[in-house]
């Protein structure tokens, strides 16, 4: 089966740190989603490409948060620097731009731990 | 701007029937999503409805009006392994785009 992969699964890391997180969409997939989700908050959007162009990222606080595509088959997530705030576990997903059921499919997270 | 509700918790017992509510006030709607999540993994897609009405899949169904803004999902013969988290989501608006806003989700247990 295709799957989104996600590359670190857990980071721990001190205040200050830069965090990159990395994410490789399912083959053929042409939208690139970046959510974050906390007990409190649930699943947040933070950023969107539709092949590989960055569409939406008003969800992302942009003094510490980068997001890029630098090709097809990879997509980055840093933040720098970390603050404990930021703990959280952050999802990729991808999917197809459709006007039918087109879900979107998560890769397993990287939980991220900020002292 | 963009609401989506769903209880926060629910409890109930192997074998049963459980109904999980979602209601949504979004600026623009293509679509509803419910994703199941067990602790610690990734969400994976449960149903979609786009019309009104039951979309039935096995155990789990899946109902929408879209007049009240109000979707529920029902799981049947509930089994243990049907804890987990229930997300509901909605797709934004426009034929170009997949983005899910989601609710917060409803953990239910399900108890012997």
């Known amino acids: ?115 | 701007g963009q609401n989506i509700d769903q209880p926060t918790e629910m409890t109930a017992t192997e074998g049963a029937i459980v109904q999980i509510n979602c209601t949504y006030q979004t600026s623009g709607f293509n679509g509803l999503f419910w994703y199941q999540q067990h602790a610690g993994e990734a969400p994976t897609f449960l149903s979609y409805n786009v019309l009104d009405g039951l979309e039935e899949k096995g155990r789990f169904s899946s109902f929408l009006s879209r007049s009240k803004g109000y979707s529920y999902l029902l799981l049947k013969e509930l089994q243990m392994k049907d804890s987990a988290s229930y997300l509901c989501a909605v797709r934004a608006p426009g034929g170009a785009t997949n983005k899910l806003i989601f609710g917060t989700g409803t953990l239910l247990a399900v108890q012997p």
């Open chain 1, 1 to 115: 089966d295709a799957r989104v992969t996600q590359t670190p699964r857990h980071k721990v890391t001190e205040m200050g740190q830069e965090v990159t997180m990395r994410c490789q969409p399912i083959l053929g997939h042409n939208t690139v989603f970046w959510y974050r989700q906390t007990m409190m908050q649930g699943l947040e959007l933070l950023a969107y490409f539709r092949n590989r162009a960055p569409l939406d990222d008003s969800g992302m606080p942009k003094d510490r948060f980068s997001a890029e595509m630098p090709d097809a088959t990879l997509a980055t997530l840093k933040i720098q620097p970390s603050e404990p705030r930021d703990s959280a576990v952050y999802f990729c997903a991808s999917g197809l731009t459709s006007r039918g059921v087109s879900p979107l499919h998560f890769g397993n997270g990287t939980r991220l731990t900020v002292t």
